[in-house]
T-cell receptor, first 110, second 117 residues
């Protein structure tokens, strides 16, 4: 079992729709969870982090965390073509290193 | 946010030569730095964790004698790819974290695209 799992996609949504990205993790001791966006050929950039169960909203982005289910998600409202990228779920493990999922490629069609 | 600078951003080298990549934290002290490799259309794969003043911890399957990591100061870690081969061509990215930055996120360098010919 991979430590962090994501659907590789591609996920395609029309402009203005909600994009939903999902991630599960295996290390139950993990405490910190991150969503990064990576454009092709570039380094990842942090979108959001979440530490507590529940929802955390920042503009068009909402991160959701359920530690009991070992599940974290990212919702993007009013999706824009500029949101088209690969989204990486990252988990800081109990061993304090960062593990990444394979990433979900999102395409927002105008 | 905190800044991590990686140099060079791209490098082309001949097979059999060695290449050094630098990763610097510019405005914070990075007690831990991570080195990743990313092949086209694949995710980031952790190669090793570098702790200042001690030996790096390598992930399974990563040759420590081929990928030399040095973290001699709190602001600099280097990755040296020794005797590079075409299959080492990849995108190498470092990241750094420190409790002193106020949170536990990782700050990434801009990456180094290595091409071995």
């Amino acid at each position: 079992q991979k430590e962090v799992e994501q659907n590789s996609g591609p996920l395609s949504v029309p402009e203005g729709a909600i994009a939903s990205l999902n991630c599960t993790y295996s290390d139950r001791g993990s405490q910190s969870f991150f969503w990064y966006r990576q454009y092709s050929g570039k380094s990842p950039e942090l979108i959001m982090f979440i530490y507590s169960n529940g929802d955390k909203e920042d503009g068009r982005f909402t991160a959701q965390l359920n530690k009991a289910s070992q599940y974290v998600s990212l919702l993007i409202r009013d999706s824009q073509p500029s949101d088209s990228a690969t989204y990486l779920c990252a988990v800081k493990t109990a061993g304090n290193d960062m593990r990444f999922g394979a990433g979900t490629r999102l395409t927002v069609k105008p | 946010g905190a800044v991590v600078s990686q140099h060079p951003s791209w490098v082309i080298c001949k097979s059999g030569t060695s290449v050094k990549i630098e990763c610097r934290s510019l405005d914070f002290q990075a007690t831990t730095m991570f080195w990743y490799r990313q092949f086209p259309k694949q995710s980031l794969m952790l190669m090793a964790t570098s702790n200042e003043g001690s030996k790096a911890t390598y992930e399974q399957g990563v040759e420590k004698d081929k990928f030399l990591i040095n973290h001699a100061s709190l602001t600099l870690s280097t990755l040296t790819v020794t005797s590079a081969h075409p299959e080492d061509s990849s995108f190498y990215i470092c990241s750094a974290s420190s409790p002193g930055t106020g949170n536990t996120e990782a700050f990434f360098g801009q990456g180094t695209r290595l091409t071995v010919v």
